[in-house]
């Protein structure tokens, strides 16, 4: 596969993950989607505090873990 030109912007990074771009596509959309609804999430949370006590089931990064 060439590296370079117009295809290889799309499909370099995902070949070097060994990855194809569509299911680069899939898992980047995925967790974006994930990473947007905790952001909303944390938002509701920050305005309400009393509410989201919690995260979400599966949205839990164990970052916020005393």
């Known amino acids: 596969m ?3 030109g117009p ?3 799309f499909t370099a990074h ?4 060994n990855e194809s771009y569509g ?3 899939r898992f980047a959309l995925r967790f974006s989607g ?3 609804l905790a952001a909303g999430a944390a938002l509701v949370h920050a305005i309400l505090p009393r509410s989201l006590k919690k995260p ?3 949205l839990s990064c164990g970052c916020m873990t005393k």
């Not at 995902?14 to 993950?17: E, F, G, K, L, R």
């Open 14 to 17: 995902p070949a070097s993950v």
């Open 23 to 25: 299911q680069h596509l």
């Open 56 to 58: 979400p089931a599966g």
């Open 34 to 36: 994930l990473l947007f």
């Open 7 to 9: 295809v290889a912007f």
């Open 2 to 4: 060439p590296s370079h």
